[in-house]
């Protein structure tokens, strides 16, 4: 696969999404890219920058789901996620009020790397393709990384509470340009890595 795109007489870098299940080892591969020289995102980060520093996000969730979710001050991730994973219509509050503030930091990162030389631009996402029509058109190669639910479990303590919510393996499949199945070594993903991804 290659990492640069030749775009008339410009060379920019490659935009890639890496997504999946929880406990799939998304991470483990944004790591693999991180050390091949890409600039890497992880959604999860910004998520948590948002919650502890957006004063307008912060007043949307206390409206949707209640003072008790703050803690100090601030909001409590954990209070957060217990009342947002209840429910379905919770989730879709919580994504309506995060989301388009974490793909707006997404092209904002990207417009501040894109003349860098590093190899790709790769941002680690678990809540794709649920938002595949606002973000599908700005990645160029979207990558599912998948492992066998016991794995996934075992990886991931709140795994149980989370995969409910979750896509099937082949609906992941479906949404992906190209599938990681990490269910062994890290040793054995990185030869995946080496194999399918790196140039």
Known sequence: ?????????????????????????????LELFKQWGAFTVDCDQITHEILDHDPEAQRILKERFGASIFEKGKISREKLASIAFSSKEHLLDLESAIIPRVFT??????????DFPYNAFVV?????????????????????????????????????????????????KNYADLLIENNQTINELKQQFLKKVAP
């Not at 979207?142 to 016991?150: C, D, P, R």
Request: net charge positive; proline share 6%; charged share 25%.
């Open 105 to 114: 930091k997404i092209k904002q990162m990207y417009n501040e790397k894109k």
């Open 1 to 29: 696969m290659h990492l640069l795109l030749i775009t008339g007489e410009n060379v920019k870098i490659k935009r890639i999404l890496v997504f999946g299940p929880i406990g799939s080892g998304k991470s483990s591969l």
């Open 124 to 172: 680690e996402a678990s809540i794709y393709p649920r938002v595949g029509p606002e973000w599908a058109p700005f990645f160029d190669e979207k990558i599912a990384v998948v492992a066998n639910e016991e794995l996934c479990r075992n990886r991931c303590s709140h795994f149980d509470q989370r995969a409910p919510f979750q896509l099937s393996f082949d609906q992941y």
